[in-house]
């Protein structure tokens, strides 16, 4: 395992023993239905649904389809406040 992967997997096994992973994860929950993103994804599922009909679409279907949209319209305020947290944990309980 490179230098990187290992310490992506000490930041996570950290950010998940200490129970932050979780408080960013219902923030950003919190945060994504405050934007209408929650909202936005629900009416793209929706259309490619009705584009596709409901018996030729598979859950593998709209994951391929739905994943890099719903990547790109996370804001960046959101993502930024996500980064900073994670950075202010990291600073904090840095050993």
């Known amino acids: 395992m490179n230098k990187e992967l290992k310490m992506k997997a000490t930041i996570n096994q950290k950010l998940t023993e200490m129970g932050e992973r979780e408080r960013l994860k219902e923030l950003l929950r919190a945060k994504l239905t405050e934007c209408g993103w929650t909202d936005q994804m629900k009416a793209h599922c929706k259309e490619v649904i009705k584009e596709k009909g409901l018996e030729h679409v598979t859950v593998e279907d ?34």
Not at 78 to 89: C, D, M, P, T
């Open 62 to 95: 709209l994951v391929v389809d739905l994943t890099p949209k719903g990547r790109a319209l996370v804001p960046d305020s959101v993502k930024k406040e996500l980064l900073h947290r994670i950075r202010a944990f990291l600073a904090q309980h840095a050993n």
